[in-house]
């Protein structure tokens, strides 16, 4: 029951953006921005992983990478690609993700590690860092969330989450006001 409610939890933390005002309590970001320019992981569609129970998938948490370091999470929950898919172009035609800070973050690759940054909507905004291994171009592995303050590793927990590349396009640009 307790994985259960663990899992809901991280489902409903990772499948929206926002709504809740940005304050100056939220935290900063722990990891930079850094440019990217290598080949572990395609940049011309975005990651998305799913859930499977009773013969039901829901495809949620939508990544998209950028060569800026940037990682845009267009969050929703769908029973289908095309779906999902429609979802995304809604998200860009009413450019909600653009202020909503919960949608955005950071990563870094570094040799087969990733590391995902981005705020996560509690009030006020709370920066988690999802840690992994890229299995291959198109898949890659998160095991472990957590918190860092003051250089500690806080509220660390495994997880298994597993996001496999689609192709899409056009992409939402990356342009935000929250990373610089």
Request: net charge negative.
């Amino acid at each position: 029951m307790k994985t259960l409610f663990l899992l809901c939890f991280l489902i409903l933390l990772n499948s929206s953006c926002c709504l809740l005002e940005c304050t100056e309590e939220d935290d900063p970001l722990y990891l930079k921005r850094m440019e990217y320019s290598g080949s572990d992981i395609k940049l011309n569609g975005y990651y998305y992983n799913y859930y499977s129970s009773n013969d039901t998938v829901v495809i949620c948490e939508g990544h998209f990478f950028y060569n800026n370091g940037i990682i845009l999470n267009v969050g929703g929950l769908r029973n289908s690609f095309d779906e999902y898919d429609n979802y995304i172009l809604d998200v860009m035609n009413y450019k909600y993700y653009k202020n909503q800070k919960a949608c955005w973050g950071v990563f870094i690759i570094e040799d087969d590690k990733i590391l995902l940054e981005r705020w996560q909507p509690f009030n006020p905004f709370r920066a988690y860092i999802k840690q992994g291994e890229i299995l291959n171009d198109t898949t890659f592995q998160l095991t472990k969330i957590y918190r860092m303050v003051n250089e500690e590793k806080t509220d660390e927990i495994e997880i298994n989450e597993i996001f496999h590349f689609r192709e899409f396009s056009p992409k939402p640009d990356s342009t935000n006001v929250f990373i610089k």
